[in-house]
Every structure is written in structure tokens, then in C-alpha cells.
């Protein structure tokens, strides 16, 4: 085995991959309208999903401001991203503690 980095969804389990696809594709714009149901239930029942989904949507709106478009050089995305989930885990430390 090398030692290739493992992109982060690696970690999820299938069915979590699976929701987390469609969560992109939700903020992306790019489901169909029985689509859009279905993700919109899960969002209101699964505080997981909800989480990422703010993750995700605040990370495209810091794209979209820093590089004045949805494509984010390489890397920066990433980055972005992992800084945020850093955050919210502090912010959610802080609540449980
Ligand atoms: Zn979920």
C-alpha cells in the first residue's frame, strides 16, 4: 500500500456517501424535483446531514466570494473545508462543554 492521501469521504460509510452526494448535488442545483423531496425529508430528519449541509453551503459561499466563481482553485476547496470543520467542531465542543 502507498501512501496515497485518502480523499475525507473515505471515511463515510456507503449509505452516508450516498447522502452526502446528494447534498452536493442539491446545493448544486443538479436534482430533479422528486430528488429534491427526498433529500429535503432527510435534511429535516437527519441533524448529520444538516450539519454538512451547512458545512457545504458556507464553503460554496467562500468560494464564490474569494474566486469570484463556483470553481475553486485546487486545493483551496480542501483547505476551505477542512478549516471549517475545525471550526464547528470547537463551536460544537463549546456548546457540550
Ligand atoms: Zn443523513
Not at 60 to 79: F, I, N, T, Y
Request: one cysteine or more.
Amino acid at each position: 500500500m502507498s501512501e496515497e492521501r485518502t480523499p475525507e469521504t473515505a471515511r463515510f460509510s456507503p449509505e452516508r456517501l450516498s447522502s452526502l452526494e446528494r447534498i452536493y448535488h442539491y446545493l448544486d442545483g443538479e436534482l430533479d424535483a422528486s430528488e429534491l423531496g427526498e433529500i429535503e425529508h432527510h435534511l429535516a430528519t437527519c441533524p448529520e446531514c444538516q450539519s454538512e449541509y451547512a458545512i457545504e453551503a458556507m464553503l460554496k459561499q467562500l468560494v464564490r466570494r474569494s474566486c469570484q466563481s463556483d470553481e475553486a482553485p485546487d486545493g483551496l476547496r480542501e483547505r476551505i473545508r477542512a478549516r471549517i470543520v475545525v471550526e464547528q467542531r470547537t463551536i460544537i465542543a463549546r456548546w457540550n462543554g
